[in-house]
């Protein structure tokens, strides 16, 4: 069997995907890549408050991945010893994605619901 020409491109945008879905996973990448969309650069501390019900380890260890994939950059100051996080060039161009990512969600959630109402019960 003769391999389609197109099949190498389709595998190759699939794999694409895969590679931005897999830096988005989890519960919290999203929500701390649009709390610097949002706010543009912010401390440990506000991230935490922002996003909320994160643990410190949890949030450092996420903060660590997406400094990793170049999404954040991290800046340490001496006085008073503090952090500052914000999203490097790289990670700006996550905006449109997240903007994308935020309105079909939104639609999704009418079309669900619309779909479904949800019935007042005794």
């Known amino acids: 069997m003769k391999k389609d020409p197109g099949f190498n491109i389709c595998k190759a945008e699939i794999l694409a995907v895969q590679d931005a879905l897999e830096l988005l996973k989890g519960k919290w990448k999203v929500k701390i890549i649009g709390a610097l969309i949002y706010f543009e650069e912010a401390r440990f501390s506000e991230i935490e ?46 905006k449109k994605l997240i903007i994308a990512l935020y309105e079909w969600g939104s639609q999704h959630r009418e079309k669900i619901i619309e779909d479904y109402p949800i019935s007042e019960q005794n």
Do not use: Q, W
């Open 49 to 94: 408050k922002m996003i909320g019900k994160i643990t410190p380890k949890m949030l450092s260890k996420e903060l660590r991945e997406l400094e990793i994939n170049k999404i954040v950059k991290r800046t340490e100051f001496d006085t008073p010893l503090s952090v500052k996080y914000e999203l490097t060039a790289h990670g700006k161009s996550c």
